[in-house]
């Protein structure tokens, strides 16, 4: 099973763009890489997802080279209510995913 | 569109009581999940139900039970509650097993005294 690192916590301000990065080194070959939100008191959410290159919803994008060992979550202009818990998760099946600490996103006015 | 729905919200036990936590989706998904999540921790899975009629032990299923009642419905049971088991506690569901889009109910805490 696909273990992640990613950073404990990151501040940004209202406006800017936000780069989270995961390290995933011993991905498998079938292994997708799922992001999920969470804000407190509340269930996860899920975000995007993506195998390999770029992928790109409405409110994030998804950045994956081409060795697949790290991805990048890319939020666009945030804002105060971005502020939540960011889950980095790599595997093929719900039963097979390793939820870590995630990142705590911190958005300043 | 109600998603995912967990009932109770919160609850209060004494050590050795039991209860169960209810669980229903209406998005006609096969998959079901129970997890837990201690403070300043990620969710760990405790059981799964990959389909109506099977269910399957997770990373921490000691100490808890479950039960697939229908394809909407999934309950975990509590028989006999320890302290160790004070936590929030989240049901999901997913099209599939195979699927990691999962869709998460708003929780349950629990607390052991």
């Known amino acids: 099973l696909a273990k992640t690192t990613q950073p404990i916590s990151m501040d940004s301000y209202e406006g800017q763009e936000v780069n989270i990065t995961c390290s995933h080194n011993n991905i498998a070959t079938n292994d997708y890489i799922t992001w999920y939100q969470q804000f407190p008191s509340q269930g996860p959410r899920f975000i995007i997802q993506?195998?390999?290159?770029?992928v790109t919803n409405e409110v994030a994008s998804l950045f994956i080279p081409a060795d697949r060992k790290s991805s990048t979550l890319s939020l666009p202009r945030v804002s105060l209510s971005d502020t939540a818990v960011y889950y980095c998760?790599?595997?093929?099946?719900?039963?097979?995913?390793?939820w870590g600490a995630g990142t705590k996103l911190i958005i300043k006015p | 569109n109600a998603g995912v729905t967990q009932t109770p919200k919160f609850q209060v036990l004494k050590t050795g009581q039991s209860m169960t936590l209810q669980c229903a989706q209406d998005m006609n998904h096969n998959s079901m999940y129970w997890y837990r999540q201690d403070p300043g921790m990620g969710l760990r899975l405790i059981y799964y139900?990959?389909?109506?009629?099977?269910?399957d032990k997770g990373e921490v299923p000691n100490g808890y039970n479950v039960s697939r009642l229908n394809k909407r419905e999934f309950s975990l049971r509590l028989e006999s509650a320890a302290p160790s088991q004070t936590s929030v506690y989240f049901c999901?569901?997913?099209?599939?097993?195979?699927?990691?889009?999962?869709?998460f109910g708003q929780g349950t805490r629990l607390t052991v005294v």
């Open positions: 139900s990959a389909s109506e009629g099977t269910t």
């Open positions: 999901a569901s997913s099209e599939s097993r195979a699927n990691t889009e999962a869709f």
């Open positions: 998760l790599v595997g093929n099946s719900n039963y097979q995913l390793i």
């Open positions: 993506g195998y390999k290159t770029k």
